[in-house]
């Protein structure tokens, strides 16, 4: 596996590379990463490269938010690329990505404004910057990204779209501890107490999926036995949101409905966990 620090030397690889599918990722790499790794490596078998890029982006961290303490645990994540099947991982300084008086940045408008992006303004479009600037930078043919981070996966598809980057994207299922936590690097700031309570948030989904499923269809109702659910399990955690919306304008919904998704994100002391279920 090669690894890339500067635009220039990413540049030359690219020139020689041929078909490419691309991992970006902001490092403090886990399981669920590997897994995005390990699918990347499938879809390329082996006649194209799998590219992962480590960047810990500030654009998309607000002022109060951890850009400093976000965990940085270069060696490690380069060790996981490899043993899960990247050719590639580009992981530059931050000189190296933005320029001191650079002056652009994407503006998402519409699917930034709910769910996460309500409480973290700014945030998509520090992630829209980036990952526009990581594709131009890659040239992925495609590209691959959690499900977990939906809104996010919803915002990228319209990057494309609406910027005609030539990039296919693709959504992988979250990747879950045993108890139904979804892996995230931000677990890591959970104490055992909240960590303890942690799974709830994927089991008051669940009994949301399973009301649905028996016929239940209300906004209200779904969303009724998910804040039940966390009152009695998660007494530890604030809710920020719980939301029915659609999996692709992620505009709010009253009544669920096939490509429907509840979403929700939760507090528990210095971590702000997220998670969501698909409802088919
Ligand atoms: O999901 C992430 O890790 C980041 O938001 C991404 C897509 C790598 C952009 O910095």
Known sequence: MTLIETVSELRAWRRSAGKVIFVPTMGALHEGHATLVKEARQMAGSSAQVAASIFVNPLQFGPNEDFDRYPRTLEADLALCEASGADMVFAPAVREVYQADRSIKILETSLSNVLCGA???????????????????????????????????????RLVRDLDIPVIIHGIETVREVDGLAMSSRNRYLTPEER??????????????????????CGNSLLALIHDHLATHAKLGREDYVALVDQQTLESLAQAQPRSLIALAVHFGKARLIDNIELE
């Not at 910057?129 to 977990?148: C, H, I, R």
């Not at 303890?196 to 269809?217: C, E, F, I, K, N």
């Open 119 to 157: 409480s973290r303004p700014g945030h998509f479009d520090g992630v829209c910057t980036v990952v526009a600037k990581l594709f131009n930078l890659v040239q992925p043919d495609e590209s691959v990204f959690g499900k977990k981070d939906y809104q996010q996966l919803a915002i990228i598809r």
């Open 196 to 217: 303890a309570q942690a799974p709830a948030l994927r089991a008051a989904l669940v009994t949301a999926r399973d009301a649905w499923h028996s016929g239940v269809t």
